[in-house]
């Protein structure tokens, strides 16, 4: 059993940052691929990106390429999400999953119903 825990959403101002965390429980986190989604009130679920198990490997939705990277710490079983450059569209509740993968496959990781794991969600509000 994996216990994700994100932190670091908040309010900002278009054009900011934030870095988002998530906290892995566990003692295989090395062995997990990571994703980041988030959900705007009133929608589906989405894609942001997701990082391989090794962290040779990122993915990211063509509307943050850019402005948002993900970055891993298996010494501390933890997943970064640094996001620049804030848009209000990027308004919603983040969360982090976790999948028992050593592959690199898109698909995979890439859609939501893969992962085993999923956090409780932060929210993060920008501003225009």
């Known amino acids: 059993q994996v216990q994700l825990v994100e932190s670091g959403g908040g309010l900002v101002q278009a054009g900011g940052s934030l870095r988002l965390s998530c906290a892995a429980s566990?003692?295989?986190?090395?062995?997990?691929?990571m994703g980041w989604f988030r959900q705007a009130p009133g929608k589906e679920r989405d894609f942001v990106g997701a990082?391989?198990?090794?962290?040779?490997?990122?993915y990211y939705t063509d509307s943050v390429k850019g402005r948002f990277s993900i970055s891993r710490d298996n010494a501390k079983n933890t997943v970064y999400l640094q996001m620049n450059s804030l848009k209000p569209e990027d308004t919603a509740v983040y969360y982090c999953?976790?999948?028992?993968?050593?592959?690199?496959?898109?698909?995979?990781?890439?859609?939501?119903?893969?992962?085993?794991?999923w956090g409780q969600g932060t929210q993060v509000t920008v501003s225009s």
């Open positions: 566990g003692r295989t986190f090395s062995s997990y691929a």
């Open positions: 999953a976790a999948k028992n993968y050593r592959g690199t496959v898109y698909s995979i990781l890439t859609t939501s119903n893969t992962y085993d794991y």
């Open positions: 990082i391989s198990y090794s962290g040779g490997r990122t």
